[in-house]
Each structure stands twice: as structure tokens, then as C-alpha cells.
């Protein structure tokens, strides 16, 4: 097994059925093998300097009915909110005074009437704080809307691509949505210059060993610049409440076979990770991730952004936490690193 993560390390790659090994290995000192060599790259790369985002949650109204995810369409048991413009400014602001130097706008889909509204947000922000970056992870949309948002001043978009498995794909989502779509929009999204990041959710209802291992392959050939994973967790007013949550095991190996395999990537430990025990973000820093994402909503509408069961959005994964991060990030000799924290083959905003 160490042969197979110091090949990972220098090659980059490895075949299929070698992935497998190493996300059902069982020893657990080649496991803590893996887990070394990956956080060795990432000191490497980062040194040990955790990046922030400041997450700002739109909103939770979505045309979409995605099966795992609790603002999906479908659910009448939630309270559609919808942030004004002033909120966002002052979500932005109060990172701004904290140190944050990246905002991240995720929400529910809307219909393309609301596009130009979104691009008004995002010239504002731009406008306001120009050593900023403004990330968006606003769901797919055709690219002429894409384009509108780079333009007005957005420099990175998150899309996890879910699966690359169109037969699994077509089991998580409602009839429609495709893989292939979703492949497209990232493609698109590459093409205008953003920083882009692809990823999964780690044990996702009907998901195999054989399709973890295409979109390790995936992600590889992709190559995006920002790599989102995080266990799934069952939500319990959707389709798939009864299907257990992901584990914290799986989605670390998955950090660091990935660290190994993109070393400069930005790789958060995801709030899902930290959702599920209270030690689980830092075991993703240790598997080699580098960012962390807390939230800067407003605390009301927190509670409604309901993608899963106990998402963890107060203490340390909070924006008024921070100082509580910074000393479980001391309790492993890692620190917050302030700055904007670009990929190094980022584009330049025109
Ligand atoms: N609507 C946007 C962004 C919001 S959802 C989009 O579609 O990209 C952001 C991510 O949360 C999704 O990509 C999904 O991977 C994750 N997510 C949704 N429901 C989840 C659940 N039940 N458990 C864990 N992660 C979930």
C-alpha cells in the first residue's frame, strides 16, 4: 500500500483498481500512511495556512429537485427566503471587518429573470471591496449568464459535478438534468476564466467503489482549481431521509488521494465534514485540505438553508467563531491565512 501512495505522490495517477485499493484498505497504518504524505504535499504547497471563504447563503428558493437536498423544490416544510441586497452587503461587510477576502455567494437555482439582479450584487461587491474574490455557487446556467456574472466581476464558481456516472446522476436528480449538462457548465465556466471547483458528495445513495473511482478520474483530467467534497447527510424531508449519511473515513482518504493526485488544488474541509463530529474538520486538514468555509449569514436565515439534517452553522463554522477556529487550527499547529488565497494558474480578471 505505501508503494501505491508514493506512486500517487510522484506520478500523480494511478489505475483504477489501485484507487480501490487505497479507499478499502484496511490497515491502519497505511491508512495514516496516506494521510501523511498527502498533509506533507499540502504543507508544501500552503505551508500550514488554512484559507477562509465566507460563505453568504442567498438564498434557499431553487427550481431545482435534487433528491438529497433539502431547499429542493418539492419541500413545502421549509420557509423560502430570499437575502435583499443590503443583507448581502452587510453579510460582505462584517467579513470584511473580520478579515475575510473571499465571499461566497451559494443558493438555490433560480429562473435566468433573476440573472441580472445577481450580476447588480456582484458589481456592488466588486465595487466595494476590489481586493476581494467573489466566488458564486449558484447552480447551472446557460453560459451567456455565466458570462454576464464574470463580467460584472465574479472570479470563481463552485459546481460540484455530483457524479460523472450518467446512470447515477439520473438517480439523484429529477428527469432532466443530466451529467452530460453539468460536465458542460463547468467546461463553460473554465472557457470565461473562472477559478472553477468540481466535486462530490461521498457517500451518496447508489453510489460504488466503481463510480468514486471514475470521478477520482474525472476530477484528474478536469483538473479544477478548487475540489468540493463532503459526506452526504440524509435531510429529513426528502426522498432519500432513510439512506445513512456518508462517513468521515471515506471523504478524508478521498482529500488526500486527491491532494496527491492535484497538489495545488484548493480543497476545503467541508461543513458537511464538520457536521457530522466535532473533530472532523480538523481530521480534513490533516488529509491535506487547505480552506475553510464559515458562514456569514445572517443567523435567522441560517436555520432555512436546510441542504441536510444538523448542518453545523454556529460556533467555529461561523464567521463570529473565528477565533474559536483559530485555536482548534493552534491545537494542530495550523493558522488562519488572511490573504485571497488564488489558485496559482488563476486568470487575471480582465
Ligand atoms: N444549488 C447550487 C449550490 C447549493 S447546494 C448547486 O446546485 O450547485 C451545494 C452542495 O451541497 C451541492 O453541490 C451538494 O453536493 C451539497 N448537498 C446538497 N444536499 C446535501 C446533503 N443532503 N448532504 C450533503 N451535501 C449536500
Redesign the pocket.
Known amino acids: 500500500m505505501k508503494r501505491l501512495v508514493d506512486k500517487l505522490r510522484e506520478k500523480h495517477e494511478l489505475a483504477p483498481d489501485e484507487y480501490g485499493a487505497l479507499l478499502t484498505m484496511r490497515n491502519p497504518q497505511d491508512v495514516d500512511y496516506l494521510m501523511s504524505q498527502a498533509r506533507e504535499e499540502a504543507q508544501r504547497q500552503f505551508g500550514k495556512g488554512i484559507y477562509l471563504r465566507g460563505l453568504v447563503e442567498l438564498t434557499n428558493v ?1 427550481r ?1 429537485d ?1 433528491l ?4 429542493r423544490r418539492s419541500n413545502s416544510n421549509i420557509e423560502r427566503y430570499t437575502l435583499t441586497r443590503e443583507q448581502v452587503m452587510d453579510c460582505c461587510e462584517q467579513g470584511h471587518q473580520i478579515g475575510f477576502r473571499t465571499f461566497v455567494l ?4 433560480w429562473g435566468e429573470e433573476r440573472s441580472p439582479w445577481i450580476a447588480e450584487i456582484i458589481a456592488k461587491i466588486r465595487q466595494r471591496w476590489p481586493d476581494c474574490a467573489i466566488t458564486l ?4 446556467h446557460p453560459r451567456e449568464t455565466y458570462a454576464m456574472w464574470r463580467k460584472a466581476g465574479a472570479d470563481r464558481y ?3 459535478h ?1 457524479t460523472h456516472n450518467e446512470r447515477l446522476y439520473s438517480l439523484l436528480h429529477p428527469s432532466g438534468m443530466t451529467a452530460r449538462h453539468r460536465l458542460q457548465c463547468l467546461d463553460w465556466l473554465k472557457e470565461l476564466g473562472y477559478q472553477v471547483g468540481a ?3 461521498v457517500g ?1 445513495p447508489f453510489q460504488s467503489l466503481k463510480t468514486i473511482v471514475e470521478d477520482i478520474q474525472y476530477l484528474i483530467r478536469f483538473s479544477p482549481h478548487m475540489i ?1 467534497i ?6 429529513h424531508d ?1 426522498p ?1 431521509r432513510r439512506f445513512p ?2 462517513t468521515v473515513d471515506m471523504t478524508a482518504r478521498l482529500y488526500a488521494i486527491l491532494r496527491l493526485a492535484l497538489p495545488q488544488a484548493l480543497i476545503p474541509s467541508t461543513t ?1 465534514m464538520a457536521s457530522l463530529s466535532p473533530d472532523s474538520r480538523l481530521r480534513g486538514i490533516l488529509a491535506g485540505a487547505n480552506v475553510v468555509m464559515p458562514n456569514l449569514s445572517p443567523t435567522d436565515t441560517r436555520k432555512q438553508y436546510a ?3 444538523n448542518k453545523a452553522a454556529l460556533g467555529a463554522e461561523s464567521a463570529q467563531g473565528i477565533q474559536k477556529l483559530a485555536d482548534e487550527l493552534a491545537t494542530i499547529g495550523y493558522h488562519i491565512e488572511w490573504s485571497r488565497g488564488d489558485h496559482p494558474n488563476a486568470k487575471q480578471a480582465e
Open positions: 431553487c431545482n435534487c438529497y437536498c433539502g431547499i451559494q443558493g438555490g437555482e455557487s449558484l447552480g447551472e463552485l459546481l460540484r455530483e466535486g462530490i458528495m451518496a468540493g463532503g459526506p452526504f447527510i440524509p435531510q426528502t432519500f449519511a456518508g458537511a441542504l441536510y439534517d
